[in-house]
């Protein structure tokens, strides 16, 4: 039979969803942390409005092993570090789009959209998987195996930028096809500018966690992280090498198109 809705089950299962029609509006972060900010009284589809349930009823479509992986994160305390889903799914549908090969992400949790892009590449795809915490992973390398998708992911458990430094060293310049931030916030703009130089023309980058539960509208002096993705924010609005789109989805991702 039909699927209950996203938002009808309970709370920790519905992890990984769709939670923000803009995530300063409903103070809810499906990325990284709660900020318990005011849920706004304008027009803004929030995480319990029928119309977002609608959106997610006619357009979610998640593979049975990324439901399992989804499910099994929700019991995690750090739960609501994962991807939503239809981000992931938007994230999916690009890497099919540009018919990518090689992706790099940096962030991997437990592995959701690692499994996510690696069920979309061809048989001889990609993803460079960067993360220093082998611990979470764990919990979604079994799902990659049972995916059969286990040969396209080559997850490295140290610093990302030292990955991203060794895949420059090795001649990898232009050869990604795609790249997914959402790690660290501090180190997001040396990301983007790693990522920049690792992508081919064409490529895409997408940067997670752009409006950092609204923290971005107004940026304490003593936050290093949103003061970081602020400025990335500002820098990328400006940034003659790619094409951006700014999405209020999840919470927050910007997609930079490489010229």
Excluded at 152 to 181: H, N, V, W, Y
Aim: aromatic letters at 6%; proline letters at 4%.
């Amino acid at each position: 039979g039909r699927e209950m809705p996203l938002f009808s089950v309970p709370k920790e299962v519905a992890v990984g969803t769709a939670m923000l029609g803009v995530a300063f509006a409903t103070g809810m972060l499906a990325g990284k942390r709660r900020f318990g900010t005011p849920k706004s009284s304008k027009s803004v589809i929030g995480k319990s409005s029928p119309l977002w349930q609608y959106i997610l009823d006619h357009s979610l479509r998640e593979h049975p092993l990324l439901k399992k992986l989804r499910l099994l994160t929700a019991d995690h305390p750090w739960s609501k570090m994962m991807v939503s889903c239809d981000q992931a799914q938007l994230m999916a549908n690009l890497v099919k789009l540009i018919k990518a090969k090689k992706v790099i992400e940096i962030g991997v949790f437990t592995g959701y959209n690692t499994l996510n892009m690696a069920l979309v590449l061809p048989d001889n795809g990609r993803v460079i998987a960067c993360d220093i915490n082998e611990d979470y992973v764990k919990i979604g390398k079994p799902l990659w195996k049972e995916a059969g998708v286990e040969h396209k992911i080559d997850l490295r458990i140290k610093p990302a930028i030292q990955t991203l430094d060794e895949l420059l060293a090795s001649g990898e310049t232009e050869t990604f096809d795609f790249a997914f931030i959402d790690a660290d916030k501090e180190s997001c703009n040396e990301y983007y500018e790693k990522c920049l130089r690792l992508i081919k023309k064409g490529g895409i980058i997408a940067i997670d966690n752009v409006l950092w539960s609204g923290r971005v509208l107004k940026p304490r002096k003593d936050d290093l992280a949103t003061q970081s993705i602020h400025h990335l924010n500002e820098k990328l609005l400006r940034d003659a090498r790619v094409n951006i789109s700014m999405l209020p989805m999840g919470d927050g991702v910007t997609l930079a198109f490489k010229l």
